[in-house]
């Protein structure tokens, strides 16, 4: 898998997840998730089939969050696994039609374990803190998140309160996919935020 600069996390958007996600799209945003942590199943899976409608045809990539059944069921292009849900393996043999599978990974052993197991990319963080967790995963950092960039065979996502001002930082760390969840998830406009996250990135240097 190449690596795809943007990644979005869509949680709780404050314009409405499929606002969002045709935000992400008309920006040419090669990722995008949906994290529904607290919601019921069948909700999950009636907001993954309209994001799935809004993604399809375009070259935006469509992954669920935690549960590949859901994505199965909703069509969706991949999962994205935590280190306590379903291991990567078992997603590939359970639901091949899955052509994705990310992983979480938050310190250098767990990505190293990740080599073995053969995601298609995996998340890297928290870089700085960040509320959007209820159990928060202790802070990374930069350097350590730009080395398991350099060690792994796959992208790795730097993932945990990049915003607008953090953003040059990470692009001028060298770590070319980034994951943003707030920035663009409480704005009342979600593509005036994506489109000047994209203007930072692009002036920093970054491929998106």
Known sequence: MDNFGFYLVMT??????VKCCEAAVKAGVKMVQLRMKRAPREEIVRTAKEL?????GSETKFIVNDDPSIAAEAEADGVHVGQGDMGVKEV???????????LSTHNLEQARE???LGPDYIGTGPCW?????DIPDPTLGLETAKAIHEMVPFPAVAIGG?????????????LKNWAVVRSVCRASDPYAAIRGLLAIAEEAGTIC
């Not at 590939?92 to 052509?99: A, D, S, V």
């Not at 803190?129 to 967790?133: D, L, R, S």
């Not at 990049?162 to 990470?170: C, K, Y």
Request: charged fraction near 30%; avoid cysteine.
């Open 114 to 116: 990740a080599m073995g």
């Open 12 to 17: 709780d958007p404050a314009a409405g997840y």
């Open 92 to 102: 590939r043999m359970r639901f091949p039609e899955l052509k994705i599978v990310g």
């Open 129 to 133: 803190a960040t509320p959007t967790k």
């Open 162 to 174: 990049i915003d607008s001002e953090r953003l040059p930082a990470v692009i001028k760390a060298g």
């Open 52 to 56: 799935r409608r809004v993604t399809m």
